[in-house]
């Protein structure tokens, strides 16, 4: 079955460390994108990317960094600089006419 | 600026009895709006989408959506809750002045059904 898969589910991050959240999807999407989602806030672009080898800041870019060196993959590096790390993290992937498929979701703890 | 509201953070129902999830939005052109529905510790789930046509649209799990472009609504219905429908709700709307396939999402509404 075609889907988009994060990995991993829990993730434990220590002060000053970078962290990197995989998100793959095999459902032929052109764009991909990155939320955070926090309690009471909704979903918060962090990043995006439409085609390979090519990704746009989204609102709240700071302290994080992807790459798109393959269609099929986006992952997101959460860096030292990003302070409040601590939240639920979401890939999800469109194509044109298509809504968003999510996937299910990294939740990043810092400890 | 594009943006889209859910006015109340919780809503809560009897089960059996109607429901109904408000969402508003303001965007320029045409809008292009969805509902997701996510269940905890779990990503978002296509709902129903509006894109043209209709006003009233219908999805998933018996759910339909009311499109009303005067008072800029687009809200999310079902004719008997069920307590397997306790969820947050999203409503989401297509930046549509970005030139990308860009969603602007609402905050989400948390809905209660009680047995």
């Known amino acids: 079955d075609g889907g988009i898969t994060q990995s991993p589910k829990y993730l434990f991050r220590k002060e000053g460390q970078n962290v990197t959240l995989s998100c793959e999807q095999n459902?032929?999407?052109?764009?991909m994108y990155w939320y955070r989602q926090d309690p009471g806030q909704g979903l918060r672009l962090i990043y995006y990317s439409q085609i390979v080898n090519d990704f746009q800041k989204g609102d709240i870019a700071e302290g994080y960094s992807v790459s798109r060196e393959k269609k099929e993959s986006f992952p997101l590096t959460v860096t030292s600089a990003q302070k409040n790390p601590t939240a639920f993290y979401l890939c999800?992937?469109?194509?044109?006419?298509?809504?968003?498929?999510f996937g299910s979701g990294t939740r990043l703890t810092v400890v | 600026a594009q943006s889209v509201a859910q006015p109340e953070d919780q809503v809560n129902v009897a089960e059996g009895n109607p429901l109904t999830v408000k969402c508003t939005y303001s965007v320029s052109g045409n809008p292009y709006l969805f509902w997701y529905v996510q269940y905890p510790n779990r990503g978002l789930q296509f709902l129903l989408k509006y894109i043209t046509g209709d006003n009233l649209v219908k999805g998933s799990y018996g759910f339909e959506a009311e499109f009303n472009k005067s008072q800029t609504s687009f809200h999310l219905k079902k004719p008997s809750a069920l307590v397997s429908d306790s969820a947050l709700y999203f409503c989401a709307v297509r930046d549509t002045a970005s030139g990308t396939y860009k969603y602007i999402f609402g905050t989400g509404t948390r809905l209660k059904v009680l047995a």
């Open positions: 999800a992937s469109t194509r044109v006419g298509y809504g968003y498929t």
């Open positions: 459902l032929n999407h052109d764009a």
